[in-house]
């Protein structure tokens, strides 16, 4: 990748990160001499989706480094819904476990809404609930999604204002592009988000002081899309033979942007990094 002369432009996430997790240890040790509390995160994973299999790994690895306790639960890919939910239910009423991630997608016979519901509340750590949902799009941000979260932290730490921007955010999937737009709106952004069937797509980007791409589609967004300045976040992950691509087209597109996420080593390991603050939120019961 040939960005020389723009490197100060990159959104470093995996330093991000790293601040983050100090954060958590931190936070963790003072929780844990403080009121003999150890955060526990339990997993769920429904069959043996190698991608799954691989993000569940991610996340065990940040718990070991912070200091999180996890514990991992894998299901055969016939589990019924029945027999999740029961495992979900005995994870709620277990008071050494404080928060429940279940990671999708789950096998097609099963209803992914149902089992979200199903987890306590207070022990969303993705903020998926529809309880934690709805909070937030009544400005109560207790605990929300962690890739919207992420990104939010991002452009605090870089110094990026967001009131009165345009924003645009490509993608409106449950889990990043409508919490990540009621999360500016929070913030008095002025929001677009466009999807498979916007039309004219560069018509909203050409606009965006800040602009969020989660769609999944390889360098969908080019050069020509953004504006001069643009705050570019590339949340998308195409998985190739030969690598790992975003959303945008980086190399050429972080000649115009003022700052812009990499992939890898952009929005992802802030999300995780995200995860273990939620973890921790969920231990103290502080939201
Ligand atoms: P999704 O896959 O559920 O849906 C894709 C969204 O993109 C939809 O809203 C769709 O309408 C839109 N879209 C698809 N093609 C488009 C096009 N040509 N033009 C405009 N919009 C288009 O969304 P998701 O679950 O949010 O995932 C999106 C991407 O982000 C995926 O690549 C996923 O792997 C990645 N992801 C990364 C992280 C991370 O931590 N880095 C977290 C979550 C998702």
């Known amino acids: 990748m040939s960005v020389e002369g723009y490197e100060s432009r990159i959104i470093d996430g995996k330093a991000l990160a790293r601040q983050i997790e ?67 239910d005995s994870l709620n009423k277990n008071r050494d ?22 987890i306590a509340p207070e022990k969303d750590a993705d903020g998926f609930h529809p309880y934690n949902m709805g909070k937030l799009m009544i400005g109560d941000e207790g605990l929300v999604p962690c890739t919207p979260h992420g990104i939010i932290r ?8 967001v009131k009165g921007k345009n924003v645009v955010v490509v993608g409106h999937s449950n889990v990043v592009g409508k919490p990540m737009a009621a999360m500016f709106l929070n913030r008095n ?53 030969d690598g790992v691509y975003g959303d945008v087209d980086f190399e050429n ?5 003022s700052l812009i996420t990499p992939v890898p080593g952009g929005v992802g390991p802030v999300t995780v990094a995200m995860l273990m603050k939620h973890v921790l939120k969920c231990a103290e019961k502080n939201f």
């Open 253 to 257: 597109v972080i000649k115009k942007a």
């Open 22 to 88: 100090d954060e958590v240890k931190s936070e963790l040790e003072a929780l844990e001499s403080g009121r003999g509390i150890t955060p526990g995160l339990a997993t769920i994973l429904v069959g043996d989706d190698p991608a799954s299999r691989m993000y569940v790994r991610i996340k065990h690895r940040a718990c070991e480094r912070v200091g999180i306790r996890a514990e991992d639960h894998i299901l055969p890919a016939e589990t019924s819904q029945e027999e999740l939910i029961s495992l979900i």
């Open 189 to 241: 952004a002025t929001i677009s988000v466009c999807h498979v069937f916007t039309d004219d797509l560069k018509r909203y980007t050409l606009g965006a002081d800040i602009l969020v791409v989660a769609a999944g589609v390889k360098h969908l967004i080019k050069a020509d899309m953004i504006k001069e300045e643009a705050v570019i976040f590339d949340v998308g992950i195409t998985q190739e033979k």
């Open 154 to 161: 991002a452009l605090e730490e870089y110094n990026v204002p």
């Open 97 to 118: 476990v404080h928060a429940i991630l279940l990671q999708l997608p789950l096998p097609k016979h099963l209803s992914p809404q149902e089992a979200m519901e199903a």
